[in-house]
């Protein structure tokens, strides 16, 4: 039996939920009667949406038509940082969403520092974009979860315990 346990603190998404929700997406705008012929296009890349589209309207209709598929595959919302449309060539509007993944060296240390400070029978150590928890007890580690989960809601970052050992 394994003297300590441990558990990862990580910042993701599952990318082909993201893929099926823009594919879904891409399927609506083009059959919506509003939307038609507004010849919008979503481009999706490694660690960014890019929306090209006729109008605010048809931006505000389309960014919806996505949190709306993002919602229903169970994807987080915190993922998505939407920047400030652009105008670009045409009279159309561009607009990049940036998506989210792996916690910022800040985020991390106040996450550990708020672990630390109410659980002193457990030991954080960040790791890259990630965070790894050791505890004893494995009860001492489920109130590590807890308050974490606890502190999500003031970080803009959705937070998935992974490696529980």
């Keep these: ?20 929700s823009i594919d879904q997406m891409q399927r609506e705008v083009s059959q919506r009667y509003d939307l038609k012929d507004s010849n919008t296009e979503i481009d999706l890349q490694d660690e960014e ?24 595959r169970k994807l987080s919302l915190k993922i998505f940082d939407f920047q400030d449309p652009i105008t670009a060539s045409g009279n159309r ?12 060296q800040e985020t991390a240390k106040k996450l550990s520092k708020s672990v630390r400070d109410q659980l002193k029978k ?5 790791q890259g974009d990630s965070l790894r928890v050791t505890g004893k007890s494995k009860d ?7 308050i974490l989960k606890k502190q999500e809601e003031e970080f803009s970052v959705p937070l998935q315990f992974e490696n529980y050992r």
């Design 140 to 146: 001492d580690l489920q109130l590590a979860i807890e």
């Design 1 to 20: 039996m394994p003297s300590s346990f441990s558990f990862d603190v990580v910042s993701d998404f599952d990318r082909q939920e993201l893929v099926n």
């Design 122 to 126: 457990v030991n954080v150590s960040i």
């Design 93 to 104: 509007l561009k607009q990049s969403i940036i998506l989210k993944k792996g916690l910022t």
């Design 49 to 72: 949406i890019i929306i090209n589209t006729a109008s605010d309207m048809t931006l505000k209709a389309v960014t919806d038509i996505l949190l709306q598929k993002a919602t229903k």
